[in-house]
């Protein structure tokens, strides 16, 4: 299963992005999907979860202001960034681990889209 991330940019203190990250391959069934950002130095965290039952999950730094949603039919997973802030530049990675069509495991990742909001 192969993940395509879009949607990074330059953005001022204040606004919004959405990212995209679309899914291809033998999808079979989707376990959670999730966005993660990472800086120069530090570890990659997790900014949004969504489960196969629809809970989605924030750490605190984003809460209220980032928004993680899926297209099923698309297979498309998204993240709408509000407010945004400057510490929230990093580079954002998707997550996506399932099952495929024929019952392996997979977990996948995109190839990370820069997002930088400038002061």
């Known amino acids: 299963v192969q993940l395509q991330a879009s949607g990074g940019g330059l953005v001022q203190a204040g606004g919004s992005l959405r990212l995209s990250c679309a899914a291809s391959?033998?999808?079979?069934?989707?376990?959670?999907m999730g966005w993660y950002r990472q800086t120069p130095g530090k570890q990659r965290e997790l900014v949004a979860e969504?489960?196969?039952?629809?809970?989605?999950r924030y750490p605190d730094s984003v809460k209220g202001r980032f928004t993680i949603s899926r297209d099923n039919a698309k297979n498309t997973i998204y993240l709408q960034m509000n407010s945004l802030k400057p510490e929230d530049t990093a580079v954002y990675y998707c997550?996506?681990?399932?099952?495929?069509?024929?019952?392996?495991?997979?977990?996948?990742w995109g190839q990370g889209t820069q997002v930088t909001v400038s002061s």
């Open positions: 391959g033998s999808i079979g069934s989707i376990n959670t």
């Open positions: 969504l489960t196969r039952d629809g809970t989605a």
């Open positions: 997550n996506i681990n399932g099952r495929t069509q024929f019952r392996y495991s997979f977990d996948s």
